[in-house]
């Protein structure tokens, strides 16, 4: 390759990462959820595996409630730009 074609791979590459870590930064996902509020995610007798495979939480002490359920997303408000 050609040394401009490795800087624009790397600038573009650059750009993407900074995007996705502004994207990761502004919501984050728990498992912590009252069982009164999860959301079925799979079906009877799935495995922890099978769930968690599917992006989902698995939880097998409370009966009469989903065990594999969806994550509850959590918004983190952005940090403070500096100004120069």
């Given amino acids: 390759m050609a040394p401009m074609q490795n800087?624009?791979?790397?600038?573009?590459v650059l750009?993407?990462?900074l995007a996705l870590g502004t994207l990761a930064q502004s919501q984050t996902e728990t498992c912590t959820v009252a069982p009164?509020?999860?959301q079925n995610c799979g079906f009877p007798g799935i495995t922890a595996s099978q769930?968690?495979?599917r992006g989902c939480c698995f939880d097998d002490s409370v009966r009469g409630f989903p065990w594999c359920f969806?994550?509850?997303t959590i918004d983190i408000p952005p940090e403070e730009e500096c100004e120069f």
């Fill in 7 to 12: 800087k624009v791979i790397c600038a573009l």
């Fill in 15 to 17: 750009v993407s990462m």
């Fill in 36 to 38: 009164r509020e999860r």
């Fill in 70 to 72: 969806h994550p509850n």
């Fill in 51 to 53: 769930c968690t495979s």
